[in-house]
């Protein structure tokens, strides 16, 4: 089964949360109002909507790395 990595730049993440609302079970807003990953590793059951996410990501700080 193919895993993931997720990383979301803090640096520059700007607060939309749009990924937190297309993909919950995998995105949190966190206590500074940025983005960050509810799980490092994520598999195939989640990968469509994290790269969703990425995509629509205003200044594409959502960063999916294959392990």
């Keep these: 089964m193919a895993q993931w990595k997720v990383r979301v730049d803090q640096d520059v993440c700007i607060g ?8 919950p079970d995998v995105f949190e807003m966190n ?3 940025k983005s960050q990953p509810k799980v490092e590793i994520i598999g195939e ?7 969703e ?11 999916i790395e294959e392990i």
């Excluded at 939309?16 to 993909?23: E, F, K, N, T, W």
């Excluded at 996410?53 to 960063?63: F, L």
């Design 31 to 33: 206590d500074e109002g």
């Design 45 to 51: 059951d989640f990968i469509d909507c994290v790269r």
């Design 53 to 63: 996410a990425a995509e629509a990501c205003p200044v594409g700080c959502i960063y």
């Design 16 to 23: 939309d949360a749009i990924c937190a609302s297309l993909c």
